[in-house]
């Protein structure tokens, strides 16, 4: 019935910053995570002050708490680690609903809106971390993931001459290849730790599933800008994010809403009002959709070997204890990213970077046709839009047309699809050149995607 956010604590061990948090479950289940922020400046921490890194803490406490509470569900989620105003509570729960959609869907239950009880007594103070001198434009943290848009946010930012730190979260062995690639110098290395209970907990039963992995990254890189001393932090979330999966019990259900411009709104003004008023978080790709993205990142040849955004490839391959870390060919991700990349690479380096081709595929019809609309749902996957997959395959069968190559998924797409839309080519264009106004890029950095977006090639 009830869940409840402890405590936490920091200790800064050699140059590392270790959190801890605690976490419980009543009467007897309880928690204890932990993330390491390496090689901070003890200096700069100090600089910072007590308070308003605890502030900053104890908020990504209330992300990371999200992975557990889940478990059960609790109706009451008690807050004994720090201070919660009302409006503030209503915009956490708000995150709970939204933000965990699909585990509610895939769990087949109803939203819960759980009463939130803060058991400080204390009054609520701002403690936001205000003019942090000598930051400048240039400054500019960059998550870094393992796939294709960091690189074309690095990439583009690179030649605009910013002054650029990596910022990674657990990295995966492609993230850290691209960010070698990339000339990273020192990037910010974060390990989460989840609880080994949490695990347990799932093998008995307990409720698991989807929780917004970028919401938690929002609060974790605006305490990486606070400690680091950077005024940006540049995601690579794109316009498709914004689009839903399906309908569950009146509400819209997105897989990717946490990278959504929505949630990006949301973030912003929480931060400005009870984070860091002066650390501007934003996407810095949000104008454009994915197979813009696909177009720009085919410039980048360099990151073909090495960039890998397929969650099947880091799960346990079959028969095997550890992952495949190689596109595995079969789901929707990678079919998603071949297609968008095909118009734009030689068939033949796709080929290389994929092991096949995967339009001759002919078990990944089902998955093309959840991609483009034709059956059940677009997939809980970080994939384009209906709309934009519809031209992707559109654009990939006129490559393949011209060299006399057409392969099962583009035949059925030719007979079954293209029939449907017959001002396809006007409409590719349309997307290839669109521009969503709908953004928080600053002129400058918007002069930077535009110039980019405008080369031809």
Same mark, same amino acid.
């Not at 009543?26 to 308070?51: Q, W």
């Not at 949490?198 to 093998?203: A, E, F, G, I, R």
């Not at 519809?390 to 059925?412: E, T």
């Given at each position: 019935?009830?869940?409840? +956010?402890?405590?936490?604590?920091?200790?800064?061990?050699?140059n590392?910053?270790?959190?801890?948090?605690n976490?419980?479950?009543?009467?007897?289940?309880?928690?204890?995570?932990r993330?390491?922020?390496?090689?901070?400046?003890k200096? *700069?921490?100090? $600089?910072?002050?007590?308070?308003?890194?605890?502030?900053?803490?104890?908020?990504?406490? &209330?992300?990371?708490?999200?992975?557990?509470?889940?478990?059960?569900?609790? @109706?009451?989620?008690?807050?004994?680690?720090?201070?919660?105003?009302?409006?503030?509570?209503?915009?956490?729960?708000?995150?709970?609903?939204?933000?965990?959609?699909?585990?509610?869907?895939?769990? $087949?239950i @109803?939203? /819960?809106?759980?009463?939130?009880?803060? %058991?400080?007594?204390?009054?609520?103070?701002q &403690?936001?971390?205000?003019?942090?001198?000598?930051?400048?434009?240039?400054?500019?943290?960059?998550?870094?993931?393992?796939?294709?848009?960091?690189?074309?946010? &690095?990439?583009?930012?690179?030649?605009?001459? $910013?002054?650029?730190? #990596?910022?990674?979260?657990?990295?995966t062995?492609?993230?850290?290849k691209?960010?070698?690639?990339a000339? #990273?110098?020192?990037?910010?290395?974060?390990?989460?730790?989840?609880?080994?209970?949490?695990?347990?907990?799932?093998?008995?039963?307990?409720?698991?599933?989807?929780?917004?992995? %970028?919401? +938690?990254?929002?609060?974790l890189?605006?305490?990486?800008?606070?400690?680091?001393?950077?005024?940006?932090?540049?995601?690579?979330?794109?316009? %498709?994010?914004?689009?839903?999966?399906?309908?569950? *019990?009146?509400?819209?259900?997105?897989?990717?809403?946490?990278?959504?411009?929505?949630?990006?709104?949301?973030? *912003?003004?929480?931060?400005?009002?009870?984070l860091?008023?002066?650390?501007?978080?934003?996407?810095?790709?949000?104008?454009?959709?994915?197979?813009?993205?696909?177009?720009?990142? %085919?410039?980048y040849?360099?990151?073909? /070997?090495?960039?890998?955004? #397929?969650?099947?490839?880091?799960?346990?391959?079959?028969?095997?204890?550890k992952p495949?870390k190689?596109?595995?060919?079969?789901?929707?991700? #990678?079919?998603?990213?071949?297609?968008?990349?095909?118009?734009?690479?030689?068939?033949?380096?796709?080929?290389k970077?994929?092991?096949?081709?995967?339009?001759?595929?002919?078990?990944?019809? /089902?998955?093309?046709?959840?991609?483009?609309?034709?059956?059940?749902?677009?997939?809980?996957?970080?994939?384009?839009?209906?709309?934009?997959?519809v031209?992707?395959? +559109?654009?990939?069968?006129?490559?393949?047309?011209?060299?006399?190559?057409?392969?099962?998924?583009?035949?059925?797409?030719?007979n079954?699809?293209? /029939?449907?839309? @017959?001002?396809?080519?006007?409409?590719?264009?349309?997307?290839l050149?669109?521009?969503?106004?709908?953004?928080?890029?600053?002129?400058?950095?918007?002069?930077?995607?535009?110039?980019e977006?405008? $080369?031809?090639?």
């Amino acid at each position: 019935q009830r869940f409840i +956010y402890q405590n936490y604590f920091y200790k800064l061990s050699k140059n590392n910053l270790e959190v801890f948090f605690n976490f419980k479950i009543e009467p007897k289940i309880n928690f204890r995570p932990r993330i390491v922020i390496e090689n901070v400046d003890k200096k *700069r921490i100090k $600089k910072m002050g007590e308070r308003v890194l605890n502030n900053l803490v104890f908020h990504l406490g &209330l992300i990371e708490m999200i992975s557990y509470w889940k478990a059960t569900c609790s @109706p009451i989620i008690e807050i004994q680690a720090g201070p919660l105003n009302q409006k503030q509570i209503k915009w956490w729960q708000d995150i709970i609903i939204k933000g965990m959609g699909q585990f509610f869907y895939e769990n $087949k239950i @109803p939203f /819960p809106k759980p009463k939130f009880t803060v %058991s400080n007594n204390y009054a609520y103070a701002q &403690l936001l971390l205000k003019n942090i001198k000598n930051m400048s434009k240039n400054d500019v943290i960059v998550p870094v993931g393992g796939g294709k848009d960091s690189v074309v946010t &690095l990439e583009i930012l690179k030649k605009a001459k $910013k002054n650029i730190r #990596c910022f990674s979260l657990n990295p995966t062995e492609a993230a850290k290849k691209i960010m070698k690639v990339a000339g #990273c110098k020192k990037p910010i290395i974060v390990e989460r730790k989840i609880d080994k209970k949490l695990l347990k907990l799932n093998q008995k039963g307990f409720l698991n599933g989807h929780t917004p992995f %970028s919401a +938690y990254l929002a609060f974790l890189s605006v305490l990486a800008g606070a400690i680091f001393n950077y005024k940006y932090i540049a995601l690579s979330n794109e316009r %498709s994010s914004n689009e839903e999966n399906v309908k569950y *019990r009146g509400k819209i259900i997105n897989h990717q809403w946490s990278k959504s411009f929505e949630f990006e709104k949301k973030f *912003r003004s929480y931060s400005e009002k009870y984070l860091a008023k002066d650390i501007e978080y934003f996407s810095f790709l949000r104008p454009l959709y994915e197979i813009q993205i696909a177009k720009l990142f %085919s410039r980048y040849p360099k990151y073909f /070997p090495v960039f890998l955004s #397929c969650n099947e490839a880091y799960k346990t391959a079959s028969g095997t204890k550890k992952p495949s870390k190689k596109w595995c060919g079969k789901c929707p991700k #990678c079919l998603f990213v071949w297609t968008c990349l095909y118009p734009f690479v030689e068939e033949k380096k796709l080929i290389k970077i994929f092991g096949k081709n995967l339009f001759e595929d002919r078990k990944l019809l /089902p998955i093309m046709q959840e991609l483009i609309g034709e059956k059940k749902f677009k997939p809980f996957e970080c994939v384009g839009t209906k709309k934009e997959t519809v031209s992707a395959f +559109y654009l990939s069968w006129k490559k393949a047309n011209r060299a006399g190559d057409i392969l099962f998924l583009l035949r059925y797409f030719k007979n079954k699809i293209l /029939p449907k839309y @017959p001002n396809l080519e006007k409409e590719s264009k349309k997307i290839l050149n669109s521009w969503n106004t709908q953004h928080n890029l600053i002129k400058e950095f918007k002069k930077n995607l535009k110039t980019e977006l405008s $080369k031809k090639g």
